[in-house]
């Protein structure tokens, strides 16, 4: 069992940058992949960003590449999210979530851990 708790969101303005943080309780966390989704208000939840267990692998949605930088320590059982030059369409909620396997997924019927979620607002 794996529990997930986000944070780090607040308001910024457009061009600025926030880190989440999502903590993990679980003795097996190191072996989970994790990913972060949003969701914003009248739309469906979507993939932001994904990691494996040990780090060597990661994919972005295309709409953050190059702004947005997934990482984690296992040591720390902590996942992080760097957004840089954050845009008014990044607002949302922002999910941490794990899956049961090692590998990273795109997917979020493949994942069986959620946070709570951080509120991550940028204004124009």
């Known amino acids: 069992q794996v529990q997930l708790v986000e944070s780090g969101g607040g308001l910024v303005q457009a061009g600025g940058s926030l880190r989440l943080s999502c903590a993990a309780s679980g003795r097996t966390f190191s072996s989970h992949g994790v990913g972060w989704f949003r969701q914003a208000p009248g739309k469906e939840r979507e993939f932001v960003a994904t990691i494996n267990w040990i780090g060597g692998s990661i994919n972005y949605a295309d709409s953050v590449k190059g702004r947005f930088a997934i990482s984690r320590d296992n040591a720390k059982n902590m996942v992080y999210l760097q957004m840089n030059s954050l845009k008014p369409e990044d607002t949302a909620v922002y999910y941490c979530?794990?899956?049961?396997?090692?590998?990273?997924?795109?997917?979020?019927?493949?994942?069986?851990?959620w946070g709570q979620g951080t509120q991550v607002t940028v204004s124009s």
């Open positions: 979530a794990a899956t049961r396997f090692t590998g990273f997924a795109l997917r979020s019927h493949e994942y069986d851990y």
